[in-house]
C-alpha cells in the first residue's frame, strides 16, 4: 500500500472561472514587456500567492466556491511550490477549519478537524473533506480578491490605486473588529 501525499505535497489543479481569474491575479501569466497586458493584473508574483491569499480572503469573507468545471481553463500549482511554503499552507488550512463553522462543532471538535485528523491515518477521508473545504474557501477567495482588485481596473496605475485603497479599507474592517467577543463567540 502506497501512502498517500500529506497535505500541500502534491501538485493542485483549479478549473474553470477561478482557473482564469487566478492566472488574471498573478504575475506569472504575463510579460514583462508588456506592462498594461490585459492578460494579467499582476497583483501578485506567484499562482500559490494567490492561493494564500484566496484562503485568508474566503474565511475572512465567509465566502466559499465549488470547483467549477464550466470551462477548461486550468492553473496548477506545483507540489515544488506549496513544499516552499508548506508550513505557511499548513498553518492557514488550520485557521480555516479551525474558523469554518458551517457544521456547527464544538470547540473540541474544530481543535481535532484543524490538529488531529491529518496525524491519523483512521481520519483521510474526513481530512479529504476538510481540504476540499479550505479549497472552497479558496475559490471563494479568489472570487473576492478578482472583485475588489479588477473591477474596473484597465491600467498598471488603476491597479495600484485599487489595490491601495482595498488593502486600507481592509485594514479599516479589521481594525474595527472587537476580538475578544469574536473569541467568545467562537468557543461559545
Known sequence: ??????????????????????????????????????????????????????????????????????????ARIYADAFIRERENCKFLYRLVILLDDSKKLTQDERVDRAFRFDADSDKADEVKKNFELFNDY??????????????????????????????TDFQAELDGIDYDAELARLSG
Open 1 to 74: 500500500m502506497s501512502k498517500q501525499p500529506g497535505l500541500f505535497e502534491a501538485d493542485y489543479t483549479i478549473n474553470g472561472t477561478h482557473a482564469t481569474k487566478l492566472k488574471f491575479l498573478a504575475k506569472k501569466n504575463s510579460r514583462d514587456d508588456e506592462p498594461d497586458n490585459p492578460k494579467s493584473a499582476k497583483i501578485f508574483e506567484r499562482y500559490i500567492d494567490v492561493y494564500m491569499n484566496a484562503a485568508v480572503w474566503g474565511i475572512y469573507y465567509c465566502r466559499r466556491a465549488k470547483n467549477d468545471t464550466t470551462s477548461a481553463d486550468r
Open 138 to 167: 479558496v475559490r471563494g477567495g479568489i472570487d473576492i480578491m478578482y472583485e475588489k482588485f479588477t473591477d474596473g481596473c484597465h491600467t498598471r496605475d488603476d491597479y495600484l490605486e485599487r489595490i491601495f485603497k482595498v488593502m
